[in-house]
Every structure is written in structure tokens, then in C-alpha cells.
């Protein structure tokens, strides 16, 4: 029996989906812990693309999918990647499972989203607008509504009296806006009609998943974002609103950190942001060019251009202690082919000129000191023989891991699931 998870540790966008594809070749589910549809993870199979938002990607290997309480759901959204699934003959019924504890993404939400950004004007986080935030605003205030509500027909009827006067006031007087008010029977009407659909995945995941881990099944744990977008340990306040690292698999999932036997940490070869926030390493110039154009830097939620820089040795060595990390899974390496010199962060230089090896509380002002290395300048997407890489790529790795202090697991050459060279394979699933 295993349990691992998979945590991105720099500002998401790492390549997770990629990696919970290839590992779920092995497991017996996957279970999606935090976060709602403003992630995206991009998977590739043959010549098929297909981007999760809510749904485990673990469903693309027809492995049990499991969305935890930790997530939050905009059941509309869900049902359509439903839909996109069971056109592509995957049963999902068969599938997917949906916690009844998981908070519910409501229309108010996605209001008060966007009309938060934009009273914001130039001081906005840069949020995806799909209600992520004000969803876990209502969960911490005990104020939201769960999948469960759902299943009581008549609960779920005076839950929505109650929270859409109460709404509704804050549209009018709060956010000053002269949208029309939500109407409690629409919106119940068309979460009558949502439940229709989702009635037969919705069950205590809870149980499920200790059940699982009791009958000695391997499990993956999916997360969503990177470690510098968690509420607590990231670049705040350009976060998300939960906890994105693996500690929160537990509470997010609902399983003993006892059970735990392995954290793999999924890293770019370099570092991408995308929305506001400091980024130390980011490049304004012709490399950040090549590696936004190289790489695809675009985001797979929202389409925006990624924010590219060279790799930040002191991000994610944070990240391997905040996370507990036991193995890395190095992404996107083909994308440093045409470099001759590439540049790894080792330091900061702060504004009063001190030099800093860790990373500090803010990373405002500061400036990196670099350490610079030969590139390998040549093709090396789609190896999948360790003996082929070049020897500049195995320096730059080895360099890697000597920075962070954690060990290279996986090498990833392309964006397909088989454009990888996986080192000890059974390391994980032991």
C-alpha cells in the first residue's frame, strides 16, 4: 500500500496533471484535495489534449476519481467536463465520486468575485473570477452550502432563503451594483436540475477513501496551484484561498498523516507565475520570450500568457521543507534545448544589500544573485533513455537537486505521458 502526493512547488502550472497521469498507471484511485475550477491540469495521450478543472485527471486511466471535501464545486462546470468525458467513452457513473462534504461554488460568488477585482482597480490579485475565494470565504465563515444540502430537498430550500436575502443585501449596498438580485427559485431550480445529473457520484468520500487504504490499495493524492499560492506559507496576499500543500491532503481528503508514505514534488526546469504577485527571477527579455513561446506559457484556465524566469533554487528549496518533499518530478526540460548558458537563483539580494540564502517573509525587493552553467543546446524532447541525455542536462539536474535537497525521481522530456524517464519506479508504489 502507498499514499502520495503530488504538490507543485513554485506558483503552479508545474505540469501535476501530467505526472498523475503517468503514476495513475499504478494506483487504484486518485483524490483531488483542495481548490475548485480556477486550476487546470493539461494532459496529453496520444494526440489527444484534454484539460481537467475539477475532475481528477486520474479519470483519463479509468481509475476511481475522488473530488474531497477540500474542493469546491461549481456543479455547472463539473457537469460539463462530464459531458466532454463520456463523449470521449469514458463511463464517469463508473468512476468519479464527489464528496458530500465538499462546499459548493454559488452564483453569488461568482459575482462578488468579479466585482471585488474590479473595486480593487490596479491592486487586484489577479484572480480567475470563478468564485474560488468568496466559496472559502463563506466555508470558514460557516456560512456556505455543501454537496450534501443538496440530497434534503427542503434543507437545501430555507438554506438558500436564508443566505440569498442576506446576498442580496450585500449586492445592493456593499458592491453598490445594479445587477439584478439572485432569486432563490431560479437558483434552486437549477440545482434540482444539477442534482439529477450528480446524485449517483455524490457519497461519503471519507469512508471511501479509508476503506481503501484498509483493503491496501495504492492512492494518489492530486493537488491543485503550487506551494507559493497557499494561504498560509505563499506570496500572500497573491494566493489562492486554501492550503495547496501536501499537509492539506489530510484535512482535504480526510485521511491521518500517519498514512502518508511518500510527497513527490513536481517542478518546472525554470519558474512560471501566472496574475499578480512578486516574482524574483522573472525575465523582461528575449529568454522570456523563448521560454514563453517554448514552453506554451499560456495558462490552462484562463488562457493568460505566463509570467517566465529562470529556475529559483531558494522557492522551491522552501517548498521541500514546507512540503516534506521525498522526490522530484522535473518538468519540461525540452524546453531549454536552444540555451547555451542557463541561470539558477542561489541567493537574494536585499534592498539594504544583505545577501540572503533563504527565502525571506516578502520577496518585494529583492534581487537574485545568480549561478550561471552551460546548456546543452541541443534536441532532447521525447528521450526516454537515461543514457541519452546529454551531460549538460545530467549536471544541470544534479545542480538541482544539490540546491533544493531532494532527490530527482522523474524526468520529463515532452508533454506526453510517455515522453518520461521515470528513475525507480518502484520507489513510489512500494
Known sequence: MACVIIVGTQWGDEGKGKIVDLLTERADAVVRYQGGNNAGHTVMFGNKTFVTHLVPSGILRK????????????????????????QMDIAVENYLRISDRAQLVMPWHKTFDRLGEEQKGTKKIGTTGRGIGPAYEDKIGRSGIRVGDLLDPEHFRTLLEEIVDKKNQQLEHYYKSD?????????????????????????????????????????????AQGTFLDVDHGTYPFVTSSNTLAGGACAGAGIGPTRITDVLGIVKAYTTRVGSGPFPTELFDKDGELLQSEGNEFGATTGRPRRCGWFDALLVRQAVRLNGVTGMAVMKLDVLDNFETLKIAVGYRLANGELRENLPRSLESVTPVYEEMPGWNRKTAGITDYEQLPPEMLA?????????G???????TGPKREESIVLNPDQLWR
Open 63 to 86: 481509475t476511481t476519481s475522488i473530488l474531497g471535501n477540500g474542493v469546491v464545486i461549481d456543479l455547472a462546470e463539473l457537469i460539463k467536463e462530464i459531458d466532454v468525458l463520456e
Open 179 to 223: 445587477e439584478p438580485p439572485f432569486s432563490t427559485e431560479l437558483i434552486f431550480s437549477e440545482f434540482a436540475n444539477h442534482l439529477k445529473k450528480l446524485e449517483p457520484y455524490i457519497c461519503d468520500s471519507v469512508m471511501l477513501l479509508n476503506q481503501l487504504v484498509e483493503q491496501g490499495k495504492n492512492i494518489l493524492f492530486e493537488g
Open 396 to 404: 544541470y539536474l544534479d545542480r538541482l537537486s544539490e540546491l533544493v
Open 406 to 412: 531532494a532527490p530527482v525521481s522523474i524526468i520529463s
